[in-house]
């Protein structure tokens, strides 16, 4: 939140995410039901770049702390970070700096390549990085050992994967739409 | 946007918001310390009958606790299914302990009196220039946007619904992409402009 251009940035993202969890569920045309929270984590993290995601999100996970509903399903206060599946959330943090970062490397891309490089680090900052702190967190909640929650959260990466293509093509949509939006921009 | 705060006077809403944030980050340590499974339920007992003290204003987030309890249900069966009976019991209950707690301050405190605390707790960081006060600006700025946008969206979706005859669902995500990135150039325009860049 350094200069007052971000924090608008930064303010109006994360109400985005916060809309994106308001919106009901969406069924994808074969089937898989899919909240749209993570796809705007995923979309942050692409579209402003890792120091203004982890913002966006840091101020997000503030204002459900302190007790907005903004979590899918109007859920919120300092409940949601006492749940087993609170891992995810410092995941979101974490993964959408993760996935800022990794498309700041790819910036340059255009066309097909915009599209593979908004995918793959769709992938990096919302599947790996946040599965990853998802799984720590279920170990350390639900005392479960590495392979058993793995194995508990496998079951939603297919939905995440659909997820990371429509972030992809998204993001292609948006710079296409919007030529004046940089990627390379912190 | 509303709080999940519950206007509902109970006892609990006499207590400093500070307090019960003290005292919610020092029985949430003790959670963790405690494994043993008769001190867990005894320690569960006591805070369900804290709950149940207040009454309507808690049961109101019957919904959050609902779907905790199905996850601690499921993790406590996982265990006893695999022969630590123990941990399973001592880990469910941790669960709906922790989150019963967490819920009682939810309901029982206002936005603006945890605010306050949370910008208290940060000012030391005002020394090396982190601007504290700008956490409630951009809370303000993120709910109002978030209205603004759920109505942009409910006018695109009714927009498709007339061409199509059906909920444009994922087909709308890109304009209201679009929209968004169009309203933060323009806010922060108006921003820099009032508060300088």
Same mark, same amino acid.
């Given at each position: 939140m350094t200069s007052t251009r971000s924090l608008s940035y930064i303010a109006l993202f994360a109400a985005v995410i916060a809309v994106f969890g308001l919106i009901p569920k969406i069924d994808m045309p074969f089937g898989v039901p899919i909240t749209l929270q993570s796809l705007g984590i995923m979309l942050v993290g692409c579209l402003l770049g890792p120091k203004r995601a982890f913002y966006t999100v840091l101020l997000l996970l503030v204002a459900v702390a302190l007790g907005l509903p903004l979590l899918a399903g109007g859920r919120g206060g300092l409940a949601v970070f006492t749940a087993p599946s609170a891992g995810f959330l410092l995941g979101w943090l974490l993964g959408a700096t993760a996935c800022g970062w990794c498309m700041r490397r790819m910036a340059g891309a255009t066309g097909k390549g915009l599209l593979a490089a908004a995918f793959l680090s769709s992938i990096i900052g919302g599947i790996v990085v946040m599965y990853a702190?998802?799984?720590? /967190?279920?170990? =350390?909640? =639900?005392?479960?050992?590495?392979?058993? =929650?793995?194995?508990?959260?496998?079951?939603?990466? *297919? /939905?995440?994967?659909?997820?990371?293509?429509?972030?992809?093509?998204?993001?292609?949509?948006?710079? @296409?739409?919007? *030529? %004046?939006?940089?990627?390379?921009r912190d | 946007m509303r709080s999940l705060y519950s206007p509902r006077r109970t006892w609990l809403h006499a207590v400093p918001a500070w307090l019960k944030l003290l005292a919610l980050s020092l029985a949430g340590t003790a959670l963790v310390?405690?494994?043993?499974? *008769?001190?867990?339920?005894?320690? &569960?007992?006591?805070?369900?009958?804290?709950?149940? %003290?207040l009454r309507t204003a808690a049961w109101q987030q019957w919904k959050t606790l609902r779907s905790l309890l199905i996850a601690a249900s499921l993790i406590a069966a996982f265990h006893w299914l695999t022969g630590h009976a123990a941990l399973g019991i001592a %880990?469910?209950?941790?669960?709906? =302990?922790?989150?019963?707690?967490?819920?009682?301050? &939810?309901?029982? &405190? @206002?936005?603006?009196?945890?605010?306050?605390?949370?910008?208290?707790?940060l000012s030391p960081l005002r020394r090396f220039g982190v601007p504290t006060e700008r956490i409630a600006l951009a809370i303000g700025l993120m709910l109002r946007f978030a209205e603004n946008f759920l109505s942009q969206w409910q006018r695109l979706d009714d927009a498709y619904r007339v061409r199509t005859g059906r909920s444009g669902s994922w087909r709308l995500l890109a304009p209201l992409a679009i929209r968004a990135l169009q309203s933060a150039e323009r806010v922060a325009d108006a921003l820099a402009a009032r508060l300088g860049a």
């Open positions: 702190f998802g799984i720590l /967190g279920l170990m =350390a909640m =639900a005392h479960l050992t590495f392979a058993q =929650a793995g194995l508990a959260v496998l079951v939603f990466i *297919p /939905g995440d994967l659909v997820k990371c293509a429509l972030c992809a093509l998204l993001v292609h949509s948006v710079v @296409r739409g919007m *030529p %004046s939006w940089r990627l390379d | 310390l405690i494994d043993d499974v *008769p001190a867990m339920g005894v320690v &569960t007992i006591v805070v369900l009958a804290l709950f149940i %003290s %880990s469910g209950l941790r669960i709906m =302990a922790a989150a019963m707690l967490a819920l009682m301050l &939810t309901v029982s &405190t @206002r936005f603006d009196d945890l605010l306050a605390v949370l910008e208290t707790l």
